[in-house]
Every structure is written in C-alpha cells, then in structure tokens.
Nanobody, 126 residues
Framework: EHVVESGGGLVQPGGSLRLSCAAS????????VGWFRQAPGKEREGVSC????????YYADSVKGRFTISRDAAKNTVTLQMNSLKLEDTAVYHC????????????????????WGQGTQVTVSS
C-alpha cells in the first residue's frame, strides 16, 4: 500500500500545473489526503488537504484562490490544480494520506499522515 505523485515539471510564472496522487493497494474512501511541499533550505509546509469522507477542503493562505484540490473517485486519485504559479511555489510536492486526522488543527502536521509519496518537483522559473 502506497501513494504515488505525478505531474510536476517546469512552468513559467503565471502558468499552471496539475499534480495527481494515486493510491495503490487501498481506496481513498474516508481518508484525508494532503499535499505538502518543501523548498530547498525551508521546512516542509502543508499546502492543501481534502477530507474525502465529507468533501471538506482546506488551503494554506499562500495558495488560497490559486490552488484547487479535488478527488476522482473512479480513478482513486486526488488532484491538485495549481494556477497562477509564483516563483515561491517552487518545491518538491508530496502527497500524504491518513485514515483520519483529528483534531483539524493537525491537518498540516506531517506526523498525522501514515502514507507518503516520493514527491514530484515543481519548478516555477522564467
């Protein structure tokens, strides 16, 4: 059982990328799936999460209005659509999944998640 990210790449400022997180060996049903990122020399930060049991979504202030997280039940994937990308969005993006995260204040706490992907590089550069 694991999760795998895909969809990273190089994009100019203002551009868009779509990241996908696929679950292998289990279903995302009733899971909380989060996207975290880590830039060189910086701590890992939570970007966005989705509670698949009720569809609630959460976004860090730095990406609110630009990123959208969603779930494709048929494909058993979670997608992060990233628009209006900025230089500061450059990082390795990781997908993580947890059976449940409680309280909600722990949504962006890495230790709350048991499944982690290897990460995919997103580079925003002109």
């Amino acid at each position: 059982e694991h999760v795998v990210e895909s969809g990273g790449g190089l994009v100019q400022p203002g551009g868009s990328l779509r990241l996908s997180c696929a679950a292998s060996g289990f279903s995302f049903d009733y899971y909380t799936v989060g996207w975290f990122r880590q830039a060189p020399g910086k701590e890992r930060e939570g970007v966005s999460c989705i509670d698949i049991s009720n569809g609630d979504t959460y976004y860090a202030d730095s990406v609110k209005g630009r990123f959208t997280i969603s779930r494709d039940a048929a494909k058993n994937t979670v997608t992060l659509q990233m628009n209006s990308l900025k230089l500061e969005d450059t990082a390795v993006y990781h997908c993580a999944a947890a059976g449940s995260v409680w309280p909600k204040s722990r949504l962006y706490v890495a230790s709350a998640y048991g499944y982690w992907g290897q990460g995919t590089q997103v580079t925003v550069s002109s």
